[in-house]
């Protein structure tokens, strides 16, 4: 691995503050990124440091998206990468026992920051003839009790295909990852805080079961395994890819 790959480059990273988009920054930092790091949570503010700005915003709406690339082209004037990593399960149920707004907002939280950032950032990547996006996905596009879930990360998949055939020939990659199970520290903030009950633990363990046994290996990835393949998709060593869905996933497809 190339220790500086992102030297004198500027790297847009949502969803920062916790989990793989915290270690994602980390890993960017240690590679010498100049780094714009966006959040709804005020944790993402523990990452500030010299080359590294950080703000709140709701991605899920146009404005904060927009907020957020002008941010970084204020202060830096281009944006060479764009990691879009905002999303996550909020309710685990079979499909029948989702409520429509509970839908709603699966769709909302893990389909429309990265539609948003996307449509934000890339006028300037193409005006410079060139950058890179790499959006997180999920291998729960084949999983069970996440329906609604699962369909706004296979619309992430989609996004990403068309995308490639429309800028690939502008100079701008995009690729995206699709996370399996993965371990990592309990969620200071969660993303839903209400008391599950006996049985939405059990529809929680049966993705659990579902997940450890679609693996090959059977077992969950470190946070260091997701970065590593999300950084490379957004480096120039992947500079002859585009249009690629990777699972991470232990030979999970997804």
Known sequence: MTKLRFDNKVVLVTGAAQGIGRRVAERLIDEGATLVLVDRSELVHEL???????LTADLEQYQGAEAAANTALEHFGRIDVLINNVGGTIWTRPFEHYEPAQIEKEVQRSLFPTLWCCRAVLPSMLAQGQGAIVNISSIATRSVNRVPYGAAKGGVNALTACLAFETAERGVRVN???P??????QRKIPRNTETPSDEEQRWYQEIVDQTLDSSLMKRYGTLDEQAAAILFLASDEASYITGTVLPVGGG???
């Open 48 to 54: 500030k440091q010299d080359k590294v700005i950080t």
């Open 180 to 185: 399996g199970g993965t371990d990592a520290p």
């Open 176 to 178: 995206a990852v699709a």
């Open 252 to 254: 999970d497809q997804g």
